[in-house]
């Protein structure tokens, strides 16, 4: 029913920024909160920010002060603006709905010198 599609990562080196985009369909979108999740490498998949309907943000300390979540209700679409990046940043990046168990295909971000 719910079908979200990641989109924006790349290679970036150390203090460098990135955008990343999901765009949603379905009706979840309109009645969740909507999250950022990430992937490092042998690691478990960590919520990093969120956002509710209302447009009310919540980051992990990880990402505090260098990311930004927002949405674009319209556009059913999320968005992930990454500062500052560390190498500890470099995951694949996911948006799913809070709550919900359905992901995208990921977007990989890569942080080097």
């Known amino acids: 029913q719910v079908q979200l599609v990641e989109s924006g990562g790349g290679l970036v080196q150390i203090g460098g920024s990135l955008r990343l985009s999901c765009a949603a369909s379905?009706?979840?979108?309109?009645?969740?909160?909507m999250g950022w999740y990430r992937q490092a490498p042998g690691k478990q998949r960590e919520l990093i920010a969120a956002?509710?309907?209302?447009?009310?943000?919540n980051y992990a300390d990880s990402v505090k002060g260098r990311f930004t979540i927002s949405r674009h209700s319209a556009k059913n679409t999320v968005y992930l603006q990454m500062n500052s990046l560390k190498p500890e940043d470099t995951a694949v990046y996911y948006c799913?709905?809070?709550?919900?168990?359905?992901w995208g295909q990921g977007t990989q971000v890569t942080v080097s010198s």
């Open positions: 956002i509710t309907s209302g447009g009310s943000p």
């Open positions: 379905g009706s979840i979108f309109s009645i969740n909160a």
């Open positions: 799913s709905a809070i709550g919900t168990k359905t």
